[in-house]
């Protein structure tokens, strides 16, 4: 009986505790450098609901969040935050960041890269390659975990680089 419950809170433990191992923009490259992988990148804001309930219901979410991990390299991005970007070579930097404005700020430089059709929205999330470049359109919008898997099994898995998103979804099986 002692084994079985101290092999519950470890399960329990593990569940509660599922994160995504998040970096900055500034970290990816010599992470890639290291091991090659694809890249899922969180845009959001500070005062933005929706993304606070896909970073607690999903990325929280321990299937999620190990699928992630074992797949991708993540990184989280506050498109209204002061943080310097280096990317491709370039270093990006919010100079309309206000430290004093609480709420919504200045958008940051970079966010602009994970714009549809010229517009921002809050939680984005965006896929590149290993070598940085933009796989498809950025997905703005609140992702639950079964409407994410798909798509993290899409450009996790490298099927992206085999076929369509059409004829991945004829075949996809969700398991989560």
Not at 98 to 112: E, V
């Amino acid at each position: 009986m002692k084994i079985l419950s101290s092999v519950l809170f470890v399960i329990i433990s593990v569940f509660a505790h599922a994160q995504v191992n998040w970096i900055s923009f500034s970290e990816l490259e010599a992470a890639i450098k290291e091991k090659p992988k694809p890249i899922i990148v969180d845009m959001y804001t500070t005062w933005c609901g929706p993304c606070k309930m896909m970073d607690k219901n999903t990325f929280q979410n321990p299937k999620v969040a190990a699928y992630i991990n074992e797949h991708f390299y993540a990184v989280k991005f506050n498109a209204e935050g002061n943080e310097i970007v280096h990317f491709k070579g370039k270093e990006i930097r919010n100079k309309n960041y206000d430290p004093n404005k609480a709420g919504r700020n200045a958008t940051h430089p970079f966010a602009g890269n994970f714009a549809v059709e010229g517009r921002l929205a809050y939680p984005t999330t965006a896929y590149l390659s290993p070598n940085l470049d933009m796989i498809t359109q950025p997905i703005q919008g609140y992702l639950t975990p079964d409407r994410i898997e798909p798509i993290l099994k899409f450009f996790g898995s490298g099927a992206y680089l085999e076929k369509t998103w059409d004829e991945f979804q004829k075949t996809f099986v969700a398991e989560w």
